[in-house]
């Protein structure tokens, strides 16, 4: 079993509607999550951390996080053309150092 | 900030040459990271570096694969002898210690190519 597991997709959506990503991880002692955005032939970057139980808001982004569960979620409103994207989950599992696992990333399609 | 800088973009060479990727941290950050992204496996890490000192290189793939960190502003990542198999995208990535500070920032990555 591997530490982050994602949905490989792709994921499709219309241009305007919500993409919900999700992606589980096996540590239960887990306590910081990443959502990255990648384009293609781009590097990795930072679109959201969350590290407490419920959701974390920021514009049109919002993580959800159910440590209970073991799940963590990117809900994308409105969503644009623009968020065409492999979104990769990260977690800090051994919460020693900052060594994060990734998962191999939702490919994410809004058709105008 | 100038951000993570690494070189070369782009590395193409034949099977059996030494590849020495090269990696510039954000100025101030006390950790370094060292991943390889390929279509099948997607992101992994090879290893990573505390203080210019390496903590778990568990992910090295073998001794093939070597890393150096001599200061705060340097490391390597060496493949010697190169192998098709190691072509990928390698990538550097920075952080600062600390719970909310332990966003990765990542480099624009190496383009490998082993023919």
């Known amino acids: 079993q591997k530490e982050v597991e994602q949905n490989s997709g792709p994921l499709s959506v219309p241009e305007g509607a919500i993409a919900s990503l999700n992606c589980t991880y096996s540590?239960?002692?887990?306590?910081?999550f990443f959502w990255y955005r990648q384009y293609s032939g781009k590097s990795p970057e930072l679109i959201m951390s969350?590290?407490?139980?419920g959701d974390k808001e920021d514009g049109r982004f919002t993580a959800q996080l159910n440590k209970a569960s073991q799940y963590v979620s990117l809900l994308i409103r409105d969503s644009q053309p623009s968020d065409s994207a492999t979104y990769l989950c990260?977690?800090?599992?051994?919460?020693?150092?900052?060594?994060?696992?990734f998962g191999t990333g939702t490919s994410l399609t809004v058709i105008p | 900030d100038a951000g993570v800088i690494q070189s070369p973009r782009h590395e193409v060479t034949e099977m059996g040459q030494e590849v020495t990727l090269r990696c510039k941290p954000i100025?101030?950050?006390?950790?370094l990271f060292w991943y390889r992204q390929t279509m099948m496996r997607g992101l992994e890490l090879l290893i990573y570096?505390?203080?210019?000192?390496?903590?778990?290189d568990s992910g090295m793939p073998e001794d093939r694969f070597s890393a150096k960190m001599p200061n705060a502003s340097f490391s390597t990542l060496k493949i010697q002898p190169s192998e098709p198999r190691d072509s990928a995208v390698y990538f550097c990535?920075?952080?600062?210690?600390?719970?909310?500070?332990?966003?990765?920032?990542f480099g624009p990555g190496t383009r490998l190519l082993v023919l």
């Open positions: 570096f505390n203080n210019n000192v390496p903590i778990d």
């Open positions: 969350i590290y407490s139980n």
């Open positions: 100025s101030g950050h006390d950790y």
């Open positions: 540590d239960r002692g887990s306590q910081s």
């Open positions: 990260a977690v800090n599992i051994r919460n020693t150092g900052n060594q994060f696992y």
């Open positions: 990535a920075s952080s600062l210690a600390g719970r909310t500070q332990e966003t990765q920032y």
